[in-house]
């Protein structure tokens, strides 16, 4: 019995941001940061907990260690990657308290950004995507960059997925997902150095029913899926909660709607943006359930997918808001002088509920909402 | 005349084949090595020995041999890092090509030592002629019974094989170097695990440079304490310097560490003074990646004492007022040498040679590359110097390999020592185009003095 009490190793103390938290020997700082959750977590933009071997890369993730451990008290002389160092008993780590941090963040941004072409109108992945998050987040307004951004040629990986290299920030998690998940890896990076591109070798489709699922580790829209392409934007969809019993996956996945149509099948994601894991497996989902089966009726539907209020996601939800009013006419005692040219204002965008449209809005809504205006 | 331990027999005719090599007393730390001491007793030899590491970093490599995890029933391996790539730097090539079997003859006894049965010669791929000089260096010891099964009847088994890089910068990083030897994409590990506890395919393994592998043989043969008295202080033995640039005698030269930089650069011994009676700009002391120094500085620390051509002394100061000895690629630049054109140079080769693996390196090796053209070409615009700044501080020490400090410790000594020369490009951009900026005071307040 005393021996058996021994041998279960005794929980680690580390503390991130003046927050303490006990964990299991082996665990990363991240995932105890992630255990205290909120603001203290560092952002993620490569590590993906489900893939072996991911992490280290993208270095937004990058901590302050001010004291090793207990036993050597010595603070670390570099950031370190919180994704791929071990916690240590006694280690106390400053992620948002620290300023070197903050500062070497906000630079692994301005380079992540510099030549991502910042497309996001027109991304599919806008609304979700990581990098928008990231950017809004730690980045600055405006671009020390006056160069032209580097471009390659879009690719087309397989019949569904499409490879925009313009947009990736070399995470390498595809190749992770390429490697772990399909059975033949045909998929890696070429070149090096500021010229590295994901690439198939060489524009060779990826022959594996689980090849869709890069599409939902691709923190940016470099990896989209094709069956989805330039169809709705992802805050005008409803996504829901559905499973079917699927012979080769989970099954369980967010079906993201717009009336009653399936727009696209995701996996669905934990509030890191991560797979969920069911029974300890991660919840990849096969090219079948993704890519197929885009009706209704192919699905039990569980119920709504709870989405983060913060999200943009979540926009469609709340209907029906007041706007503010303005005030500008009132203070200046009638007078109406043209500030800001309102976008809103002009496109008249704002004056359709969209969410409550049962497909995608056209110019006939538009035409309907001005000549009932009027 | 300093001391020469590596280099002493390098020109004896046919000094390449084994015949010659063993006559000339090749072999001897092997035999006794094997005959006459343990594996333990080999290290603790190195560790007495003070030998640092000859790649660039100057660890200490009798510390690091003893940090190889021995755990029972997994094999361990040397591996030796030929892959000399850094701008400036050629002494590894030269000891290759014209001694090998004293590289072949260091890592058998270095193999003993560690216990690596199966060890390797990672050699660049531009190195093709040496490789074939290696393997037949190998060939031969293996026909003279030095390599093989139970060298010497003491039952140590050795094998060493070569294997070709393909052209990779980063292949010299010692955890990029051990994925391209595996097969893979030479992207740098993240480490921890280090290659003593997890390296070649999960082995424990030791990355040395050939020239920490080849001073083995002196060491071994006239004991690591005759060997420490040699040199100065933490720098003991000889080093290979790779000098080249404006100087009369480019070449490798293999110096005792007790000799002053204004020695080295203007005796008839060494580099023979700068050629056409030009002055002494600026001199990167150690490879491409270590940082720059003016003339002044150079000669002279910042504490007024002669700088000397050793570890600690050409680190004196720290990055504000020194350098390092990196490698031992020497290059010296002339007054009539562009600082600015030179620093694009370098961030060129570096935007080239990144892995493109963690993104600070990746992007911001070729926002510099292309700042500093502009900056060359007179499109240069007054914020860029200290744009330039902020880039290389945001890269350095937030990646994954040291390459990212590599590509930002030269920029930023260009900036600290050469601010001026920078500003004139901005303010003059076409003179600039027209001629260099000059000495100007770079070698105030010094007199130079021929030896």
Redesign the interface.
Known sequence: MADEIKKAPAPLKVTIDNITVEVPAGTTILKAARQIGGEVTPPAMCYYSKLEGS?????TC?VEVAAGSTADPRPMP??V?SC?TNVMDGMVVKNITSERVQ??RA??V???L??HPLDCPVCDQAGECHLQDLGYQHGKEGT??Q?ERRTFEKEDIGPKIQLHMNRC??C?RCTYVADQLTDCRVH??L??????NISTHISKAIDSNFSGNMIDVCPVGALTDKTFRFKNRVWFTKPVDAHRDCPECCGKVTLWQRGDEVLRVTARKDEWGEIQSYDGKPGWICNTCRFEKKAAADWVIEGPTVVNRHSVISQGHYQGMQMPKETIQDVMSGLNPRLLMDIHDISEVNKIELSQLPGAATSANYKNESTKSE | MGRKLLLEKAHIENIRSYEVYRKEGGYRSVEKALKTLTPDQVTDEVKKSGLRGRGGAGFPTGMKWSFLTKPEGVPRYLVVNADESEPGTFKDRYLMEFIPHLLIEGMVTSSYALGSNRSYIYIRGEYAWIAHILEQAIEEAHQHGWLGKNILGSGFDCNIYVQRGAG?Y?CGEETALLESLEGK?GNPR?KPPFPAVKGLWGCPTAVNNVETIAALVPIINEGGEEYAKIGMGKSTGTKLISACGNINKPGVYEIDMTISVEEFIYSDEYCGGIPQGKKLKACIPGGSSVPILPANLLLKTAKGEARMMNYESLADGGFATGSMMGSGGFIVMDDTQCVVKHTYTLARFY??????????C??????ME?ILWNLETGKGRSGDID?LWDIQR?IE????CPLGDAAAWPVAAAIRHFRDEFEWHVTHPEEAQKRNYGLAHYADPLSVSVA
């Open positions: 992490g280290g890369k993208c270095r990058l570099k950031l990657a791929r500062e070497a630079g692994v301005e380079f992540l510099l030549n020390r960059y160069f920030i070399l390498y890696g990076v070149d090096r150095g500021d010229h590295a | 990779a980063i994409r993240i935007r080239h040679e990144s892995c493109g693996q963690c993104s600070p990746r992007e911001g090796t070729g926002w292309k744009l945001k020490g937030n990646t994954i």
